[in-house]
């Protein structure tokens, strides 16, 4: 009897321990099945934002533009593999399809100075040839012929037959190195978490740190196949009230984070570099310092000074062409002097003997090597029309050049990048994401393997190279990946970086017909000028509407007006204005550099610019005070008593410089002596005889 008490007893007790242990081993299981879900949240979150901002692989899209012309295969596969983030840059054999093009361009008045212009090719490009730089979206770039001109150029079209891909994220495309394309619509993380609690969780098997008493760590709960979420709710211990709100708030944080759509993603991911490249921009506390006006003086002070003082790296080996840059430097100096030269005018140059021997020795020393390095259209592909048109046709002409150009590196003793500045923005920049630190990086990839590939770069730090941009964002785009090489820049401004007797103030330069870039050259005698000041344009930057609300329709003397509307009337209005004005205003826009300053030099009308801190073009060689008027922008309301406060045979001085010094500010198809392209050239040899150092 007593032995049946004690086994009852034991019995009893062993029940009651079972008892009293389920409901602790359900809270623990319950626990562990909160903590699993939430690292796995996390794990899934970080694994989606990683995945989206895949690389493609780095050097592909580097092809000869050469073979690029040969082959139109060979273009689409070049391209194949380069993307940025969301935004594809690809040729889709998907998505080339033959379809009518569609003009979907989307106004950029915030972008450009005046009205937008088209993306016009050489004369030499075939619109039948294979081309299609894929933007995303269904958009691409592709070649059309234009039905008014006649001539070739590229515009954003929509392909009909394109589809969004359904594709996951992290699937690797068809025909792609890299996890997601940027056409391809990758749904949301809170999709994918709302997927993931609908589905079982038949193999989930987690360990529970809470459980210390535990034989084995893992903790099966196969037999589970209800939500999660759901179960875990039903039990209320503090612990695993904490585990439910790491969740949500893990769930809350992603759905947050993450934008709402691929072009948002696009504009916002700038942890990438298409060509490989680690480069982060360094940000800025204060991008514009507050810097006083400089007068023409003081802008002539500073640069004898640079000259005197700025010096390049120093080389790492020495090389032969150094010592004949360094020759050609002590030849310029010690120049015999010029007398009665019939060819240039002597008041519009700040020393006509220098420049006369350094061009002549640029001629005969300079060698450029021209990178063939870098695929259609922002690298090898000029824009012949419009305010962006310089860096088009200097490139142009630069490749064509045989007398300067070496097809060895090792002969030159410069080095030409032949980017688009314009190209990068129009391929690249993201709409409305006022975020343009990929392109940027795009560029920096693009030096990175120009630096790994030839030993030219490293020599010097890219002091002996050079690039010639015209887009308002150049400075931005080239201030650390080219910082130490020659910017030829449209934007000259001393506030962004721009410095004096290094970099080269290009002339901005507005090409109507790349066929004829001369038409319409020329205006009325000085005589037959009736029309004392005149401007008309878009009122971009601050400058303009004051300009307007001191001037417009105010006084009969000042014909100032806001944009002319379109159409080829309006145009030759414009330029007939132009043609019979004394002064051409020349105010700054959004940036400091406008294109009527050589429109006025076009059309014989003195420029008077208006814009602080602009270093005028060609300034190492030029003296702008012979034939242009410089006016502070805080002297806009004195406007017309400063025009009528210069005496008739100065004015007459002032158009007759205008007159001399207009063949070098001329686009030939075929380049001429002093003409623009020569020009640009020599400010870029100058600057580098000036500053070039000695191992």
Not at 178 to 194: E, R, T
Not at 288 to 297: I, N, V
């Amino acid at each position: 009897m007593i032995a049946k008490l004690r086994s009852w007893k034991v019995s009893f007790c062993e029940i009651n321990m079972v008892q009293l242990q389920k409901p602790w081993v359900a809270t623990v299981q319950r626990v562990v099945l909160v903590i699993a879900i939430a690292l796995s949240v996390l794990v899934f979150q970080t694994f989606m934002l990683s995945s989206r901002t895949a690389l493609s692989s780095p050097f592909r899209a580097f092809s000869d533009p050469e073979t690029e012309g040969r082959s139109s295969l060979s273009t689409v596969s070049s391209y194949r593999s380069l993307s940025v983030g969301e935004l594809s840059l690809l040729s889709d054999p998907r998505n080339s399809t033959g379809t009518s093009p569609v003009d979907v361009r989307t106004g950029e008045d915030d972008m450009l100075d005046d009205d937008e212009d088209d993306i016009d090719l050489g004369e030499d490009e075939e619109p039948e040839s294979e081309f299609s730089f894929d933007l995303g979206n269904g958009v691409i770039l592709k070649k059309v012929r234009d039905p008014n001109g006649g001539f070739i150029k590229l515009e954003k079209v929509v392909d009909p037959n394109y589809f969004p891909s359904t594709e996951k994220v992290g699937e690797p495309a068809p025909g792609y190195s890299f996890s997601s394309d940027g056409k391809h619509n990758a749904p949301l993380v809170s999709d994918q978490i709302k997927n993931f609690h609908n589905e079982s969780v038949s193999s989930v098997a987690v360990s529970s740190p809470l459980d210390s008493h535990a034989t084995d760590p893992l903790v099966d709960l196969s037999t589970n196949t209800s939500d999660p979420i759901s179960t875990v709710t039903t039990s209320t211990p503090s612990s695993v009230e904490q585990a439910t709100k790491i969740v949500s708030s893990s769930i809350k944080q992603s759905t947050e984070t993450l934008p709402k759509d691929s072009a948002q993603l696009a504009g916002k991911s700038t942890s990438y570099n298409s060509f490989g490249g680690n480069y982060t921009p360094k940000r800025r506390k204060n991008k514009r310092r507050a810097m006083p006006p400089l007068s023409m003086s003081e802008m002539n002070s500073l640069l004898l000074k640079n000259h005197a003082s700025y010096r390049a790296m120093r080389p790492r080996w020495s090389s032969a062409h150094d010592q004949n840059i360094i020759a050609a430097r002590a030849q310029i100096e010690n120049a015999p002097i010029s007398k009665n030269d019939q060819e240039l005018y002597e008041p519009a140059f700040r020393n006509l003997s220098m420049f006369k021997r350094s061009y002549e020795l640029m001629e005969s020393t300079l060698k450029v090597y021209v990178y063939k390095e870098g695929g259609r259209p922002i690298f090898h592909q000029p824009v012949l029309k419009g305010i962006y048109a310089s860096e088009g046709w200097f490139m142009k002409l630069m490749k064509r050049n045989r007398h300067l150009t070496v097809k060895d590196p090792r002969n030159a003793n410069m080095f030409y990048i032949p980017f688009s500045s314009r190209f990068l923005e129009f391929a690249l920049y993201v709409p409305d994401s006022h975020n343009k630190k990929n392109l940027v990086q795009y560029l920096q990839g693009y030096m990175d393997m120009i630096a790994a590939k030839y030993p030219f770069w490293n020599r010097t730090g890219g002091a002996d190279h050079f690039a010639a941009a015209c887009h308002d964002w150049a400075p931005y785009e080239t201030r650390h990946t080219m910082d130490s090489s020659i910017r030829a820049l449209c934007n000259a401004d001393l506030h962004e970086g721009f410095r004096v007797g290094k970099d080269v103030s290009l002339p901005e330069t507005l090409v109507l017909s790349p066929k004829n870039p001369l038409r319409e050259l020329g205006g009325n005698p000085a005589s037959e000028r009736s029309i004392l000041a005149f401007f008309a344009g878009n009122m971009h930057g601050k400058l303009r509407p004051i300009l307007l609300q001191h001037w417009e329709n105010k006084d009969p003397d000042m014909k100032i007006f806001g944009p002319m509307p379109p159409g080829v009337n309006n145009k030759k209005t414009y330029i007939q204005f132009m043609k019979t004005s004394k002064y051409c205003i020349c105010p700054r826009g959004y940036e400091v550099n406008s294109p009527r300053i050589v429109e006025s030099i076009f059309y014989e009308c003195v420029p008077v610019i208006i814009s602080d801190n602009y270093v005028p073009p060609l300034f190492e060689v030029l003296n702008w005070e012979a034939f242009s008027v410089i006016v502070p922008e805080a002297d806009v309301p004195r406007l017309k008593e400063i025009l009528m406060s210069i005496p008739l045979n100065k004015y007459l001085l002032l158009q007759k410089g205008v007159r001399k010094v207009q063949k070098h500010f001329l686009w030939h198809n075929t380049p001429v002596k002093y003409d623009l392209f020569h020009m640009i050239l020599h400010s870029i040899w100058f600057n580098r005889v000036f500053t070039i150092r000695a191992r």
